[in-house]
């Protein structure tokens, strides 16, 4: 299971939120390359990067960041937040992003999903975020009446390899992963899922594991301390996979 530290994009710097609460934003770390570089440095291989402010805006936002991360990290960088057309997936990925993930499109426009899937494949990532179950979208701030089941089914027909599942009410809150819906959610499609929010310790990446997850996205635990990047790469394994 590969360990994928978190680093969020607000205004240019490296914050994190609870529940998705713009309110609750706190600066974790002041420079977003020597964070990554730390985190590889820990043993990561992956990093995911969410832009703030383009999920809110539907815009490409705070891309320089993102860019000199992927070429001079060595680290392979997941990004999501505010990518929501071709030219945007085009964009990211022709310039060093690993892998680009969509969130509200999916459920506003799934033409897009499947263009993006017939052209770049594995490189493709749907995020699903959810709150008591339903999809939510915009940065967290508008939630529809679907299930986040339905929308992965959805994703997986499409052609969609890869899922990351975040329900919102625990995400920032160190109160482990929805640990229920993850199961569920990889009993019912055979895309690779990617767990996010709330995960705060080794017992939850040991949890995760056991569940033969694919990967697992670590953030607020890691700047608080309560989880050791390294000890929970050693945990997860092998993390050189794409």
Not at 221 to 229: H, M
Request: aromatic share 6%; proline share 2%; glycine share 12%.
């Amino acid at each position: 299971m590969i360990i994928l530290p978190a680093i969020d994009i607000k205004d240019g710097r490296c914050v994190r939120l609870v529940q998705g609460d713009f309110s609750t934003t706190t600066q974790v770390a002041h420079d977003p390359l020597e964070t990554a570089e730390t985190f590889r440095k820990g043993g990561a291989v992956w990093l995911h990067m969410v832009d703030l402010d383009g999920a809110v805006e539907g815009t490409r936002k705070n891309e320089a960041i993102f860019l000199n991360v992927a070429a001079h990290s060595g680290l392979r960088v997941e990004l999501g937040g505010g990518i929501r057309d071709m030219k945007t997936i085009e964009f990211y990925l022709t310039r060093g992003i690993s892998r680009v993930v969509l969130g509200s499109a999916a459920l506003s426009n799934p033409s897009l999903v499947a263009e993006a899937v017939k052209e770049f494949g594995a490189q493709l990532a749907v995020g699903i975020d959810a709150k008591n179950r339903k999809v939510a979208t915009r940065g967290w701030l508008d939630t529809s009446e679907m299930d986040f089941l339905e929308l992965a089914k959805r994703m997986e027909d499409m052609g969609v390899q890869t899922l990351i599942y975040t329900d919102i009410s625990r995400d920032g809150t160190l109160k482990g992963p929805s640990f229920d819906q993850l199961r569920e959610l990889s009993g019912e499609v055979c895309c690779k899922v990617i767990a996010s929010g709330g995960i705060s310790s080794i017992d939850d990446v040991r949890t995760l594991m056991k569940q033969g997850l694919y990967g697992a996205i670590c953030g607020k635990s890691l700047y608080a301390g309560t989880l050791g990047l390294g000890e929970a790469v050693r945990v997860g394994g092998e993390q050189n996979v794409g």
